[in-house]
């Protein structure tokens, strides 16, 4: 079992920066793909960025192409979401999920409980 602990989560304007982090416990992340998914208020849940074991792949939902750089610190089982030139419309719970294979489909294994960030106009 892989648990996953978001934080970073928040209230900033519109332009502004977060970084995101999700923290796993119970088993090394090194041997999953890691994801970062959104749901916005009335809309389903949506894929964001993702990354593969080593951290050598990253793929991205084209919404935040340039802004939303993912990256990992094995070392610190630690999973990062740096969120650039945000804007209202990125206004979400952001999850962070662990799986075997780095997709932007939301079949991953395990998921945290969610983190809000909130971007205001």
């Known amino acids: 079992q892989v648990q996953l602990v978001e934080s970073g989560g928040g209230l900033v304007q519109a332009g502004g920066s977060l970084r995101l982090s999700c923290a796993a416990s119970g088993r090394t992340i090194s041997s999953y793909a890691m994801g970062w998914f959104r749901q916005a208020p009335g809309k389903g849940r949506e894929a964001v960025a993702t990354?593969?074991?080593?951290?050598?792949?990253?793929s991205y939902v084209d919404s935040v192409k340039g802004r939303f750089p993912i990256s990992r610190d094995n070392a610190k089982n630690t999973v990062y979401l740096q969120m650039n030139s945000l804007n209202p419309e990125d206004t979400a719970v952001y999850y962070c999920?662990?799986?075997?294979?780095?997709?932007?489909?939301?079949?991953?294994?395990?998921w945290g409980q969610g983190t809000q960030v909130t971007v205001s106009s």
């Open positions: 990354i593969s074991w080593g951290g050598g792949g990253t």
């Open positions: 999920a662990a799986g075997r294979i780095p997709t932007l489909r939301a079949t991953y294994d395990y």
